[in-house]
Structure formats: C-alpha cells, structure tokens
C-alpha cells in the first residue's frame, strides 16, 4: 500500500482562496493570503509544509504563539485572542489561523 500524502492540486497556477470568517486586521489577513500563495506557487502543497510555515511566518512577523490548522476535514473548536482569527479556503483545503489565549 502506498502512503497518499495530503496536498492542494499541483496544477494550480494561482490559487483560489476564500475567506469564510476572519476576525483580525486586514494587514495580516493580506499577510496570510500572500504567504500561502507564495507556498504553493514555489510547490509547496503538502498541508503539512502549509501549515508549518504559515505559523512559522505569523509567529515572526506578529510575535506570540500562533496556531495554524491545514486539511480537507477536520473539526474545531478554539479559543482565540480578539482579533487574531482566520479560517479560509485554499481550493479545497481549509485553513485556520488563531493566535492563543
């Protein structure tokens, strides 16, 4: 059996995102969507490597301990500091975006 790693369509050229709800300043909303399609423009698609780097950048860029949740199915329920939540669509990958209590 071959391992089938989770990844958004490699042939994307620009990829659409959605906003479904975002409670933060459009500056890091604009951050977000920037960094996630610089990733995939460059190939990186694994949701794993989305993920990372996307809390990597925010953790730099905007200090504190952000949290970043990248699939095609999962549930949620967090508890989020005031103004520091994302959850968007990348195609058919979802992504959220907090920063911790």
């Known amino acids: 059996m071959k391992d089938r790693k989770s990844s ?3 042939d994307l050229i620009e990829p659409r995102i959605t906003v479904k709800s975002v409670e933060m300043e459009n500056r890091k ?3 977000a969507e920037k960094s996630i399609r ?3 423009l460059a190939g990186n698609r694994a949701e794993k490597d989305v993920a990372s780097k996307l809390k990597r950048d ?3 860029t905007f200090g504190g301990t952000w949290n970043c949740i990248v699939g095609t199915s999962f549930g949620a329920n967090v508890t989020h500091r005031e103004n520091h939540f994302l959850y968007i669509y990348v195609e058919h990958f979802a992504v959220l975006l907090f920063k911790s209590v």
Request: proline content about 0%.
């Open 8 to 10: 958004i369509n490699n």
């Open 29 to 31: 909303l604009q951050f």
């Open 38 to 40: 610089d990733l995939i």
């Open 58 to 60: 925010f953790d730099e």
